[in-house]
């Protein structure tokens, strides 16, 4: 796509999305001319699927903050670690262990949202809404992880509507969250909602929002 369309294509959205919701510019397979162009449409964070995509992006984005919006394999959780600001999708214990051992080892602490698997699909990863509790309680021995919040994708449908009842059961569980007894549990972050649904999905509570094609123009 033409770069002063997306620029336009941001600053429209952005004059639509309600005070208090964050976009994350979602930049898979984008080139970095792209999302800069974005940035200057006023876009303050891009979201990744890959480790390796968002290195060959930091070299030319520098100081731009990112999100890990993919599933992060352990072994790339180091380089993701350096890169991102949020790691998105925390979806195992295994995964919280080695981002502890490395935040340790660094002397930092990682931020991340805890992904939920709404829909209980046995091909997705996430913590079941169900075991999201007692993950979180697993979790407050890490002294190198900050839990900022909750993460959905929510099933592939056509009809966004469909995506509602997921968006309200992930909303659910946060505001049941506010009062966690955890030092390192903040629900401040509650990311729902791409190109096709983010409407519903501010609708029933998301203040994050992952946003690539109304952006960015179809994948080809």
Do not use: C, W
């Amino acid at each position: 796509m033409d770069l002063a369309q997306i620029r336009k294509n941001t600053e429209r959205l952005l004059k639509e999305i309600p005070e208090g919701v964050i976009v994350v510019a979602a930049a898979k397979s984008r080139t970095p001319q792209e999302v800069l162009a974005a940035i200057e449409g006023g876009i303050g964070i891009v979201g990744h699927n890959y480790v390796k995509e968002a290195e060959r992006h930091r070299e030319i984005l520098k100081d731009v903050e990112m999100h890990m919006i993919g599933h992060l394999q352990t072994n790339k959780a180091r380089k993701a670690a350096k890169l991102f600001g949020v790691i998105q999708t925390l979806d195992s214990i295994r995964l919280a262990q080695e981002l502890e051992r490395i935040g340790q080892k660094e002397g930092i602490t990682i931020s991340v949202l805890v992904e939920v698997n709404s829909a209980r699909e046995p091909q997705k990863s996430g913590v079941l809404p169900e075991d999201l509790k007692a993950f979180l309680e697993r979790l407050s021995p890490f002294q190198h992880l900050l839990v900022r919040g909750l993460m959905t994708m929510g099933p592939l449908t056509g009809d966004p509507e469909e995506m509602r009842p997921y968006f309200r059961l992930t909303k659910e569980l946060f505001d049941e969250l506010q009062g966690i007894n955890s030092p390192n549990v903040r629900m401040e972050i509650l990311s729902m909602g791409m190109s096709d649904s983010y409407t519903v999905a501010i609708e029933e509570g998301a203040n994050m929002v992952r946003i690539g094609t109304k952006i960015f123009g179809p994948r080809y």
